[in-house]
């Protein structure tokens, strides 16, 4: 790929550095030790307060299994064993109940009052188990595990989806009878209708948009003549998301596709980088994983290159305007918008777009005005983040060595070609940019994502504060949050990538 994709950056504002570490630990470092030693031990008990906090709805599952094969009803009982596997793989009675259920000779069919009542002690489980995690996640709230906490509130609703206290630690509504986000309840109850690769649309309007229409300009026309008729920077397409305005000149499917995965993007953020979130918060203590920018992103689109490139000459003067017209966009955070063209790009420049976004999402919920962490750092979560594995819309993140960031930042470090970590962390953003601008984002990446699961992942939260707090003040300090600098970091970083356990 060529340099030329790398320097984006040079365009924005000149950052304020952060400040160096020296000197005895401070106060805070000492306290943050504490709190990571504290950290580690909470997180290798999880699996086993996990277990007590649903030995209530593996019982009743065990009970419910027993019952079954009384009953010699045996492809039921798989079903509940199954279930009961997935709620407690150690519970006491799981064996003996596989057992139990292999020697059924001769499975009975059941009658319709028992099938309802196998319902009905299942749905009570399924309860029992989404009360537990839900408490569970209260507690992992409690003591700071936030990732932890959010992922128990998702298993809870797996396991009942009305159940309104993850709902609600969730950020979701109910419309009267449907939970969902609190951007589609709006929608909703705005009397829209969510159709397929299209949108939101007017509820009576969807049937006939499902099969090709469009309504606009109070008159029906074939989707092709509604995409000619958007097609013009004047009249784009404006599409809502939760966390987006996109305004696109492509064809609209197009543009709801990007905007699907922008929006899967940021949710891999949001859960990836949530003690970033959650420390710019007002309601940190709470158990409240609903966290947004202030005001939606606004994302520009554009089918195709001119549209861009007209966009370009209006907004950008000189040497910003010469560089915008080889790039496929950027993210501006003075001005808080993004301008992405891939028309007659290289496919992989969508990665490009996806790195912009990531820092957007980021800028704009810390509400950047002056100040940025050192490049490595912001630069470093966009690598972690931007890699995630993508499925029709859907973003997956990685981990550990299948990460990219991982193989990356490791080919380097065998061939001795990763940079000096006590120079990549005070780059300026000037420095940062130009011809090395791609080892230093393999290398930052890599850092980042030691930061976020080396040592068990003690680091993790302490790192995305320092992010956070780094955007607030320049006089952050990296040591002071992980309670690795200098030498001792670079020892640790080198033994991750070489996949020794420190």
């Given at each position: 790929?060529?340099?030329?994709?790398f320097?984006?950056?040079?365009?924005?504002?000149?950052?304020?550095?952060?400040?160096?570490?020296a000197g005895?630990?401070?106060?805070e470092?000492?306290?943050?030790?504490?709190?990571?030693q504290?950290?580690?031990?909470?997180?290798k008990?999880?699996?086993e307060?996990?277990r007590?906090?649903?030995?209530?709805?593996?019982?009743?599952?065990a009970?419910t299994?027993?019952?079954?094969?009384?009953?010699?009803?045996?492809?039921?009982?798989?079903?509940?064993?199954?279930?009961?596997?997935a709620?407690?793989?150690?519970?006491a009675?799981?064996?003996?109940?596989k057992?139990?259920?292999?020697?059924i000779?001769?499975?009975?069919?059941l009658?319709?009052?028992k099938?309802?009542?196998?319902?009905?002690k299942?749905k009570?489980?399924?309860?029992?188990r989404?009360?537990a995690l839900?408490d569970?996640?209260?507690?992992?709230?409690?003591?700071g595990l936030?990732?932890n906490?959010?992922?128990?509130?998702?298993?809870?609703?797996?396991?009942?989806?009305?159940n309104?206290?993850?709902?609600?630690a969730?950020?979701?509504?109910?419309?009267?009878?449907?939970?969902?986000?609190?951007?589609?309840?709006?929608?909703?109850?705005?009397g829209?209708?969510?159709?397929?690769?299209l949108?939101?649309v007017?509820?009576?309007?969807?049937?006939?948009?499902g099969?090709?229409?469009?309504?606009?300009?109070n008159?029906?026309?074939?989707?092709a003549?509604?995409?000619?008729?958007h097609?013009?920077?004047?009249n784009a397409?404006v599409i809502e998301?939760?966390h987006?305005?996109i305004?696109?000149?492509?064809?609209?499917k197009?543009?709801?596709q990007i905007a699907?995965?922008?929006?899967?993007?940021?949710?891999?953020?949001?859960?990836e980088?949530?003690?970033?979130?959650?420390?710019?918060s007002?309601?940190?203590?709470?158990m409240f994983?609903?966290?947004?920018?202030?005001?939606?992103?606004?994302?520009?689109?554009?089918?195709?290159?001119?549209?861009?490139?007209?966009?370009?000459?209006?907004e950008?003067?000189?040497?910003i305007?010469?560089l915008?017209?080889?790039?496929?966009?950027?993210?501006?955070?003075?001005?808080k918008?993004?301008?992405?063209?891939?028309?007659?790009?290289p496919?992989?420049?969508?990665?490009?777009m996806?790195?912009?976004?990531?820092?957007q999402?980021?800028?704009e919920?810390?509400?950047?005005t002056?100040?940025?962490?050192?490049?490595?750092?912001?630069e470093?979560?966009c690598q972690?983040?931007q890699f995630?594995k993508?499925?029709?819309?859907?973003?997956?993140p990685?981990?550990?060595?299948?990460?990219?960031?991982?193989?990356n930042?490791?080919?380097l470090?065998?061939g001795?070609?990763?940079p000096s970590?006590?120079?990549?962390?005070?780059?300026?953003?000037?420095?940062?940019?130009g011809?090395?601008r791609e080892?230093h984002?393999?290398?930052?990446?890599?850092?980042?994502?030691f930061?976020?699961e080396?040592k068990?992942?003690?680091?993790?939260?302490?790192?995305?504060?320092?992010?956070?707090?780094s955007?607030?003040?320049?006089t952050?300090?990296?040591?002071d949050?992980?309670?690795?600098e200098?030498?001792?970091?670079?020892?640790?970083?080198?033994?991750?990538?070489?996949?020794?356990?420190?």
């Amino acid at each position: 790929m060529p340099d030329i994709r790398f320097i984006y950056c040079i365009m924005l504002l000149a950052f304020v550095p952060c400040a160096l570490h020296a000197g005895q630990p401070s106060a805070e470092s000492m306290r943050r030790a504490a709190e990571r030693q504290a950290r580690t031990s909470a997180l290798k008990s999880i699996p086993e307060t996990r277990r007590k906090a649903l030995s209530p709805a593996a019982d009743a599952l065990a009970a419910t299994a027993a019952w079954l094969i009384g009953l010699n009803a045996k492809p039921e009982t798989e079903k509940v064993i199954a279930e009961l596997a997935a709620t407690d793989e150690q519970h006491a009675k799981l064996e003996g109940l596989k057992k139990s259920t292999a020697e059924i000779a001769a499975p009975a069919a059941l009658d319709d009052a028992k099938q309802k009542e196998i319902l009905t002690k299942l749905k009570a489980a399924q309860k029992l188990r989404g009360a537990a995690l839900a408490d569970f996640a209260r507690n992992l709230n409690n003591v700071g595990l936030y990732g932890n906490a959010f992922d128990a509130l998702t298993q809870a609703l797996e396991a009942d989806p009305d159940n309104a206290a993850a709902r609600q630690a969730l950020g979701h509504m109910k419309t009267p009878t449907v939970w969902s986000d609190a951007f589609s309840a709006a929608q909703m109850q705005k009397g829209l209708t969510y159709v397929a690769e299209l949108g939101w649309v007017p509820t009576p309007a969807a049937e006939r948009t499902g099969k090709g229409e469009w309504f606009d300009n109070n008159r029906w026309m074939p989707m092709a003549d509604a995409d000619k008729l958007h097609a013009e920077n004047a009249n784009a397409w404006v599409i809502e998301t939760a966390h987006f305005t996109i305004k696109s000149t492509a064809p609209r499917k197009e543009a709801i596709q990007i905007a699907e995965q922008l929006e899967s993007l940021r949710k891999v953020c949001y859960r990836e980088f949530i003690d970033f979130f959650v420390r710019g918060s007002d309601k940190r203590g709470q158990m409240f994983f609903a966290h947004a920018a202030p005001k939606k992103m606004l994302v520009n689109y554009y089918g195709a290159r001119g549209d861009y490139e007209a966009v370009i000459r209006k907004e950008f003067k000189g040497p910003i305007q010469m560089l915008l017209m080889q790039l496929p966009g950027a993210y501006f955070p003075q001005s808080k918008t993004s301008y992405f063209s891939l028309r007659d790009q290289p496919p992989i420049y969508i990665y490009f777009m996806y790195n912009q976004v990531i820092k957007q999402v980021l800028f704009e919920y810390a509400q950047f005005t002056a100040t940025e962490p050192r490049p490595w750092a912001t630069e470093g979560l966009c690598q972690v983040a931007q890699f995630s594995k993508l499925e029709g819309n859907t973003f997956t993140p990685l981990h550990g060595k299948s990460h990219p960031c991982f193989s990356n930042a490791n080919t380097l470090a065998q061939g001795n070609g990763l940079p000096s970590l006590a120079t990549l962390l005070t780059l300026p953003r000037e420095l940062f940019e130009g011809e090395l601008r791609e080892l230093h984002a393999n290398a930052s990446g890599g850092l980042a994502l030691f930061l976020l699961e080396g040592k068990d992942r003690a680091m993790a939260k302490d790192f995305l504060e320092y992010v956070y707090d780094s955007f607030k003040q320049k006089t952050a300090v990296l040591g002071d949050y992980t309670g690795l600098e200098g030498p001792g970091l670079e020892k640790e970083f080198l033994l991750f990538l070489a996949g020794a356990k420190p």
